[in-house]
């Protein structure tokens, strides 16, 4: 029996014994990448033998036509409240607050989701998720140069509000692609070829899928420190990008009066734009998981 849907979601399969994954794009609208992986998958399933039920949807499809990150607030930060949504008045949620609560069971239900995102600013493709045997298993023929995930000691309600973070919770393996900057759909094909190899891994399609040989195994980094703005006047040194590396000791910003430096060699993980007081200016991540 398949799955009851939400919304701007399809199934494929559902007859077969087997895994339920479910592989969303577009839960911000300005990500068109996910977007273009959804519409060539629905297409390619259709010829494909799934066992068990592969579910592709769009996560914010409001925002996605109007092509804007979101329509009232960033829906992959209402997934950690699950009693705020319920409780809210109808007509008091937000858009994004409707959108969760259609999303909120299914994602309670899956074996495996794979969020897939791109990022605000140049980036080459990354892998975010939990430091575990079942969710490497399930990324191993991958091509990508790193896999993040939270140090051992690291905890941060942004971390823990998403879709993914759902889907662990309840026993799944949830995975975010990151696919490179939100400009450059250029490797639209590399990212496809990831989401067949992680359908052929999870054991629900593509089961005679080659994936490209992967050049080096990923490398692995532990976000192990927020760093957050102290007043109105934070600016970082430079432009820094994703995995940009700093030494120990090195001065990366100032915040008012005082020099920011890092007292270990560290990564930039999603550095910001448009830096406000209170705020998240980056994340930092080492080599080492503590």
């Given amino acids: 029996m398949k799955t009851i849907l939400p919304p701007y979601a399809d199934s494929f399969g559902g ?21 273009q992986v959804i519409h060539a998958l629905k297409e390619e399933l259709k010829n494909q033998a799934v066992v068990g039920e592969i579910i592709v949807m769009i996560g914010n499809p409001e925002a996605v036509e109007k092509k804007v990150r979101f329509v009232d607030s960033d829906l992959n930060r209402f997934f950690g409240n699950e009693a705020a949504l319920k409780n809210k008045p109808l007509q008091a949620r937000l858009k994004e607050e409707v959108r969760a609560r259609e999303i909120m069971p299914l994602l309670k239900k899956v074996d495996y989701l ?17 430091n575990t045997k079942k969710h490497r298993k399930a990324v191993e023929e991958w091509s990508v140069p790193y896999i993040i995930s939270p140090d051992y000691n690291f905890t941060n309600q942004a971390f823990r509000s998403c879709m993914d973070n759902i889907v662990d919770a309840h026993g799944g ?9 939100n400009q450059d759909n250029s490797h639209f094909e590399s990212v496809l070829s990831n989401v067949k190899a ?17 050049p080096s195994a990923p490398q692995s980094l532990f976000i192990y420190k927020e760093l957050i703005a102290q007043t109105k006047k934070f600016v970082f040194e430079k432009d820094f990008n994703n995995f940009a590396f700093v030494s120990k000791g090195e001065v990366i910003a100032r915040d008012g009066t005082q020099c920011v430096s890092v007292d270990q060699d560290s990564y930039f993980i999603f550095p910001k734009m448009n830096i406000k007081q209170g705020k998240t200016a980056t994340y930092l991540a080492r080599t080492i998981n503590n």
């Fill in 173 to 181: 393996v949830g995975i975010t692609y990151e696919t490179g900057w």
């Fill in 15 to 35: 007859v077969t014994p087997g895994p339920m994954v479910l592989v969303v794009g577009g839960t911000h609208g300005d990500e068109p990448m996910g977007v």
């Fill in 198 to 214: 992680f359908l052929k891994q999870t054991g629900a399609a593509f089961h005679d899928f080659k994936s490209n040989e992967l």
């Fill in 114 to 130: 794979l969020d897939i995102h791109s990022t605000l600013k140049p980036s080459i493709p990354f892998l975010y998720m939990e």
